[in-house]
């Protein structure tokens, strides 16, 4: 354990779904950091509605920054004006299927930008120690897995995605950036997440918008593929235990083990929205279910062995996910303006990388 304290923390991507929870983390239930900047582009994923009520709970710890993380200036400005001794990385594009049907946003944010940010990171901290740079990754670096087997932190990288491989070259830079010029790193590679604020183009809100709008459920393939759920606070506890407490230039791989079939999850979707908010033109909301083309290249399987986290840093999530999906849901019935506002101006579901 190399123990570390963070005081001004850079949160890049802090407008996204993980980012917005990891900012009320972090100001929520640490006191002791004195400031949080949220360096944002806010492109179609981001959204400083997701923050305001943070902005006026907390106006001289909290600083939205809007701009790109791929702006090399207003980077070295960021890390001078604030004083940052904490990044946490989480800007990207970050939906497989939006890879799909174009890719080259996914290589200049999550490459490129990466690349910027550990340069900034490096210039304004020279050789300092007390310093960390938190790089917030995904399972998919990993790529698929058969019908048994977990993925460790000495799984062979093999991405499948575009975004998988332009996250698996993230990481890469950053463990390089670790090893040529010694600074001071940590990675975590995460499982799926869930809970408030997700954008609804990813599968659990969608599924809620669209079995709140009773319209059809569409499931890729044949429903089989499995999915290891986190719910996001969990996470966010994670990436803050990993800042605290990590060891400079290692990987933790994050997860709930919580194996789900994608049709087996829609299904448990499905009961608990007819217990909380009983359909008005279907007798039950599974009669909604139809399975579509398969997304290609689809990977069959992920599942994490969470043990390094766990056992080096004492780290468990705290939610059986029967729990977390149902407070999610009810945060999406609870916040239809939210959702309405997206499905309006920004993404009304349909199919994407076909
Ligand atoms: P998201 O798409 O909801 O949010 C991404 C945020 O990054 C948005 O606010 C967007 O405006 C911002 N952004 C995009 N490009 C930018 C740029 N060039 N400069 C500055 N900001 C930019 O994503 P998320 O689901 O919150 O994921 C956050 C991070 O966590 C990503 O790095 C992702 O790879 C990783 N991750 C996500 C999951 C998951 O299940 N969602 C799981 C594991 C890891």
Known sequence: MDKHLPRNILITGGAGFIGTNLVRYFL??????????????????GSLNNLQDIAEKYPSRYTFV?????????LKKIFIQYEIDTVAHLAAESHVDRSIDGPRDFLETN???TYELLQAAK?????????RFHHVSTDEVYGSLGDSGLFTEETKYDPSSPYSSSKAASDHLVMAWHRTYNLPVTISNCSNNYGAYQFPEKLIPLMIQKAEAEEKLPVYGNGTNVRDWLYVE???SAISTIIHKGCNGRTYNIG?????????LVHLLCDLMQELRPPKTVKNYRDLIT????????DQRYAIDATRIQNELGWQPSLKFEEGLKKTILWYLDNSDWSESIRKEKYSGERLGK
Not at 28 to 33: A, D, G, I, S
Not at 124 to 131: A, G, K, L, M, S
Request: with cysteine; aromatic share 8%; charged share 30%.
């Open 291 to 298: 399975f579509v083309k398969d997304r290609p290249g689809h």
């Open 234 to 236: 969990d996470h966010c």
């Open 256 to 264: 709930g083990c919580n194996e789900w079939q994608n049709i087996e």
């Open 123 to 131: 210039n304004y901290w020279q050789d300092r120690t007390d310093v």
């Open 28 to 45: 929520e239930k640490h006191p002791e950091v004195k400031q949080v900047i949220n360096l944002d582009a806010l492109t179609y994923a």
């Open 66 to 74: 809007h701009g790109n993380i791929c702006d090399r200036e207003l």
């Open 111 to 113: 490459i490129l930008g």
